[in-house]
């Protein structure tokens, strides 16, 4: 049987991409080189910012992420993931283009979250964009996830520590304050654990040491794809 | 002008592919998505062992090598760079396949050691496969650097690194103490500095915490593809 391959739709931003293709490295059973799965990767730093485009009338990604799609479909991808939550915006009209399936974070995580925390409020936590075309609401709502969402002061600090600290290639250990204090002021508002539902998130949360609980739609992502690829999913 | 892009021929293995994308991201000058440069991956998982090939009739690593070579040109890539040190053995037969400059990891490396350690001996540290063809022999020989190589016991010691830790993906931590004590020995036999000459030698230097001096070609390797495309290199 061929091995399955997947392809990354990325660049959104770039430091997202590379943690999406390590987390499918880390994730993956696998004791050589040759045991790993053939991943293609375009990392389109030209694709516009997709919450501009949602929120303000910025520039149409989907152009640029179709020249992305069709590259990866040039390689011989066997499906497709995108490492950006904003992005799952455009899912429908990508998908209208390619037969190649796109693998949907939004569903994988909300089902991921039903299994794990049932019962339990989620706080969602992504980019105004996220929040404002409700990109993850049907998918919740659908598994039976109860949520709330960043309040707008949360929401403001929350877009600094995405755009311009991680998307800006800061250094990320001068937010740990921050970051610890946006997380405390939401579980005091009844969230019982956190979705990082922008990418670049779980890049913050992996280096500033708060326990969470947190899921993490990248790493849902990741094993997701690799089980479509027929590969077994490591446990730690 | 059109901005130039870069194709990365990886998977060998993947964790040194990541690394070299994460070098690339966190070594240029932007400050959001869109500033930085376009970058194809192809991860194929399917090229056979390096080391293997050239020490003990494995198989031809270049079929499956020109397999990802044609997927970059594909995508439009304007340059081509591979994060395997061992796979520069068969950089001239690649580059006879190809109109895309391939960018030579053992060439940047030993101008970066000439110009950095004037009149210190280095010592190489990679794979049997790049010690036994003497992959960086002519080019440190071509730059007037100094150099020894680890004895057989250090040798075995380090592919154990390599293969058994690193590229099986185990937990690194636990080899502190052997890679430092591996430095140790080959400062006793005259060694300034290092070169990590493996790309798997750059995450274990990067997590154990010894301060070298290394010179990493992964890194150096990153920056020559910034300059490439006309982007700015990000100094620390």
Request: proline share 6%; with cysteine; hydrophobic share 40%.
């Amino acid at each position: 049987m061929k091995k399955k391959t997947i392809g990354i739709l990325g660049g959104m931003g770039p430091l997202a991409t590379m943690d999406l293709y390590k987390k499918i490295i880390l994730s993956t059973e696998a004791d050589c080189d040759n045991a790993h799965i053939r991943v293609y990767i375009d990392g389109n730093s030209a694709i516009p910012d997709r919450t501009a485009a949602i929120l303000s009338g910025g520039e149409d990604p989907v152009p640029e992420m179709l020249s992305a799609l069709r590259n990866l479909e040039k390689c011989g991808a066997d499906c497709v993931v995108m490492p950006c939550n904003t992005a799952h915006h455009f899912l429908p009209r990508l998908q209208a283009e390619t037969e190649l399936p796109i693998l949907d974070m939004t569903a994988i995580t909300a089902a991921v979250c039903a299994k794990r925390y049932p019962g339990r409020r989620a706080c969602l936590l992504g980019t105004k964009g996220t929040i404002a075309a409700q990109i993850y609401d049907d998918a919740l709502k659908a598994a039976g996830v109860d949520f709330l969402v960043p309040n707008e002061a949360e929401q403001t600090e929350l877009m600094r520590l995405i755009y311009d600290v991680v998307k800006a290639s800061r250094p990320l250990e001068p937010e740990t304050e921050s970051w610890h204090a946006l997380l405390s002021e939401l579980f005091g508002r009844g969230a019982d654990y956190f979705i990082l539902a922008c990418t670049e998130l779980p890049i913050l949360a992996d280096h500033l040491g708060h326990p969470g609980p947190f899921v993490d739609p990248t790493l849902e992502l990741a094993k997701a794809a690799i089980r479509f690829c027929g590969y077994r999913v490591k446990e730690k």
